[in-house]
């Protein structure tokens, strides 16, 4: 008897392994495990809080006194309970924007928060958020503006130091870090040490991003790095949150230089690049990024939202969404009720996938194996998928439902820790024994969001056109729009 429970966990386990392991080949370019769990996250938040809050200002310009920053209401756990309610994954803080005020303690300055009313100077906001968000189970990433209008020695090698000092202490003294934002914004005006000038740096090698980012991997070497070139998470070209409607997770990063990017090519990535570089779709749900009171009545709605998580997650980018603290230290009401507003709609709308379990039939298969069957595509498994036979570029596959559904919303995933492949593809659905065209794009990738008007059907066609490998999915989704979208 206990050879046989011995044996039949070998067994278990063998096939476990298997299946773990054997998958059709990758493309030569692939995510590392680590973006592949960082798009799963889809939406993040983004928290914008410096002096600019006391002063109403969007760029500081570095003159500011630090005792201004005396924010009385400060609680980092509402913060955290906001980005939840907006089913944020991670969020990240700007521990220093470009006005050089500094939200941790830094032994590097006095232009920080210990020289603050802020806890009698001994309070330290980046420990704060890192605990909160821990403790919720949230990700935690920061900002460090590589501008800094506030540093005397900015634009001079001294100045570099300084900042890879304050990274080495923010990425030593606070846990896991899972990005770091590098921000593309850099030189011009400031008052740097009451110098009040103008300085401008080569955007090509005043930093030496290289040995920045070898920096920062070498102290946390599960971190992501995102910037204008990567190298893991890139800009989206634009900071109103929207992705190219065809978006490429790969990307040629040396054609690329921090603050001075093509910002279509950002936007659409690059088919034949030769590195996985995911798209972040930067936004803030008020005009500006930091809190003004005069904008309390202009913080996107819930509807505006759920537009901007069509256009990024659904285009295979991942929302980042700025919430700004006011000076009370808390996010705003209307901040919250957009926030729960937009998680509502989205966990109505997409709560049942009316294609579960649908008979899926494909005329292309990798093998007779059941790891690459179509219906793999509607088991709501991320993870399994279905592959069309090798060499095959093109593929059709045809869901039929057990009963007519109605829907407005599709949903289609790509395996993509084997590489982003499809390029086209069209839907069609079947209207009285006619099938129709009823959507069509390009690139999928992670996740691709179609909208449509409500067709009510019992088998659509998903027809792959183009691919620069055998081509792959692993989910298909039909859903009905929330009502109150
Ligand atoms: C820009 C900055 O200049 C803005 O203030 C903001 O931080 C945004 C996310 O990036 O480059």
Redesign the pocket.
């Given at each position: 008897m206990k050879h046989l429970v011995v044996f039949v966990i070998l067994i278990l386990a063998t096939s476990c392994w298997l299946s773990a392991t054997k998958d059709i080949p990758a493309n030569p370019v692939v995510p590392s495990p680590q973006q592949v769990e960082y798009q799963k996250m889809e939406i993040i938040g983004?928290i914008?809080y410096t002096v600019n809050a006391f002063t109403d200002k969007?760029?500081g310009d570095g003159s500011e006194r630090s005792d201004i920053f005396n924010p009385t209401e400060l609680d980092v756990r509402q913060w955290v309970r906001a980005a939840r309610l907006g089913g944020m994954q991670q969020l990240i803080l700007?521990a220093k924007?470009?006005d050089g005020f500094c939200l941790w303690p830094s032994a590097f300055t006095e232009h920080s928060i210990k020289n603050s009313p802020y806890k009698d100077g001994r309070g330290d906001i980046v420990k704060e958020l890192a605990e909160a968000c821990t403790q919720a189970g949230l990700k935690f990433g920061v900002y460090l503006s590589p501008w800094d209008r506030n540093h005397p020695d900015y634009a001079r090698s001294e100045y570099i130091t300084y900042y890879r000092n304050q990274l080495r202490e923010l990425l030593t003294n606070y846990g896991p870090i899972s990005e770091m934002w590098f921000?593309?914004?850099n030189g011009g005006d400031g008052w740097y040490g009451g110098a009040n000038e103008r300085r401008t740096i080569d955007r090509k090698t005043y930093y030496e991003w290289p040995i920045t980012w070898n920096l920062v991997k070498e102290l946390q070497p599960d971190i992501l790095i995102f910037s204008d070139a990567g190298p893991d998470i890139r800009w989206i070209g634009n900071?109103k949150g929207i992705a190219g409607e065809t978006c490429w997770s790969m990307f040629d990063r040396t054609k690329v230089a921090v603050g001075d990017a093509d910002q279509n090519y950002l936007n659409t990535g690059d088919p034949d690049g030769p590195h996985w570089v995911v798209g972040e779709c930067?936004v803030s749900i008020r005009p500006g990024?930091f809190y003004h009171k005069s904008e309390d009545d202009k913080v996107k709605t819930p509807q505006q939202l759920v537009d901007l998580y069509y256009k990024s997650v659904g285009r295979n980018g991942t929302l980042l969404l700025n919430i700004p603290p006011d000076q009370r230290g808390l996010i705003h009401e209307n901040d919250v009720q957009s926030l729960k507003g937009f998680k509502t709609i989205l966990d109505e709308t997409f709560k049942e996938n009316l294609a579960r379990g649908a008979k899926v039939m494909a005329n292309s298969q990798w093998s007779h194996d059941a790891r690459f069957a179509a219906d793999n595509i509607v088991d709501q498994d991320i993870d399994s998928y279905w592959a069309a036979k090798e060499n095959d570029r093109a593929a059709t596959l045809t869901l039929h439902l057990d009963a007519p559904a109605t829907f407005d919303r599709i949903m289609l995933q790509e395996p993509v820790r084997l590489g982003q492949r499809i390029a086209q593809f069209t839907v069609e659905a079947q209207v009285d024994g006619d099938w129709q065209h009823i959507a069509s794009a390009t690139t999928i990738g992670y996740k691709r969001l179609l909208r449509l008007t409500p067709i009510t059907v019992t088998q659509i066609r998903l027809k792959i056109i183009e691919a620069n490998n055998t081509p792959a999915l692993s989910n298909v989704g039909l859903f009905k729009a929330s009502a109150l979208e």
């Open positions: 983004f914008h969007e760029w700007t924007h470009h921000d593309g914004a900071e930067d990024w």
